[in-house]
């Protein structure tokens, strides 16, 4: 999670990320994803709909900081992921124009609406 938070600020680039950092400058919300659980050992997708498959269920009572959390996508793949950081805050990398930033995503009506579950990354 800290290798997230160092990217505050940076901007949002579709497709942007890797483990290796920001790629066009910036990053989507599965490349930060990515990026900070890399920094951790685990390797996940560039791709939020699978990265909801890389790792066990955690309810909303037991996150921790670093699990991700999901948005979006109704029946199908989430759309959205940010890194959970605590009290009901992630970061994240929003959408084009904007940066990466922390959101209270438990207070948010619109985040809370379309939360789909959290996931515990697991190596391979």
Known sequence: MTAALR???RPYVWGGGSGAGP???G???SGLALHAWSRAGVALTHYTGSQFRQGRRVPFSRLRA???VFF???TGDPTHVGIYV???VMVHAPKTGDVVRMTNFAV????????RGAVR???R
């Open 121 to 123: 990354p697991s190596p």
């Open 23 to 25: 790629t066009g400058g």
């Open 66 to 68: 670093g699990d991700l």
């Open 86 to 88: 605590k009290d009901g």
């Open 27 to 29: 990053f989507d919300c």
């Open 72 to 74: 979006g996508g109704g």
């Open 7 to 9: 990217q505050l600020g």
């Open 108 to 115: 948010s009506p619109y985040y809370r609406a379309r939360y």
